[in-house]
């Protein structure tokens, strides 16, 4: 292991949901490096336990579990179970979402399309942070991390169900926020703009170039460029903050 890596997170356990692949894969290699012991949960079990396998090849600790976001029983038991192998939560990163939604314009899109992304990526997300609290309140520095995407503050066209529910993952981290501060908790999201992962392919060429033209940094976003940010809000250096949006698009978007 790279020993020049800083410790940030050493001895943390952390839940990394949607960590099959993409952001969700690289937040657990970049948390495992810097000492923290993760779970990754998906509803890709093949690729779950392929992630897992090489991360743990890699020298980290990385463990699997199932998760369907869509359902709160897979949620609770995916919380129980983190806790269960960890020995307890420090840390929770709510990675997972759908799109499904890309390339319809606002009257195409069907209601069935909506509800589905707002039970997974609003309700999941809500709910697996309630399922965590307990234990992250036990911890005495607890820490969340909602994934959000910077489409919520430009508002791109065509994709208005992923969009709106991101919208709602920023509003959503304010107020829980508030509450759970009560318990020490911070809950702070991130915003990546596009990075180039698998969930992204779909994604027409036009859009890929026109964040690579009119970013501060020319060139194509990477899943390590948002890892940093992730690490930071779940130490101790960001103890003190809490209900925040740091929005991490190589300046695509100035926030």
């Known amino acids: 292991m790279n020993t020049t890596i800083p410790q940030w997170l050493q001895g943390r356990r952390i839940l990394v949901t949607g960590g099959a692949r993409g952001l969700g894969a690289e937040f657990a290699r970049s948390l495992g490096a810097q000492g923290a012991r993760v779970v990754i949960a998906d509803l890709r079990r093949q690729e ?9 090849a890699e020298g980290l600790d ?33 990675n997972a979402a759908i799109t499904d939604s890309g390339g319809r314009g606002a009257d195409e899109l069907d ?22 609290r307990a234990a992250l309140a036990r911890s005495g520095r607890g820490a969340v991390v909602n994934i959000a995407s910077d489409t919520a ?4 066209p ?18 829980l926020a508030r509450e759970y501060g009560e318990d020490g908790i911070s809950i702070n999201s991130v915003a990546p703009g596009l990075t180039e992962v698998e969930a992204t392919q779909y994604v027409p060429q036009a859009r890929h170039v026109h964040y690579h033209d009119n970013r501060a940094f020319r060139r194509g976003q990477l899943p390590g460029d948002v890892s ?10 960001a103890r003190f903050i809490t209900g925040q949006l740091i929005v991490v698009n190589g300046g695509f978007l100035m926030y």
């Open 48 to 56: 779950l336990r392929q992630t897992a396998q090489a991360l743990g």
């Open 62 to 94: 990385v463990q699997a579990l199932d998760l369907d976001l869509a359902d709160p029983a897979s949620i609770d038991e995916c919380a129980r179970r983190s806790v269960e192998l960890l020995g307890g939560l420090d840390g929770l990163v709510n």
């Open 111 to 132: 209601v069935q399309t909506w509800d589905r992304v707002f039970q997974v990526n609003v309700r999941g997300t809500w709910l697996m942070t309630r399922a965590c």
């Open 153 to 156: 503050l430009w508002g791109a």
């Open 158 to 175: 065509r994709l208005l169900a992923y969009v709106s529910s991101k919208g709602a993952v920023i509003a959503m981290t304010r107020s």
């Open 228 to 237: 940093g940010a992730v690490a930071f809000c779940l130490s101790d250096l």
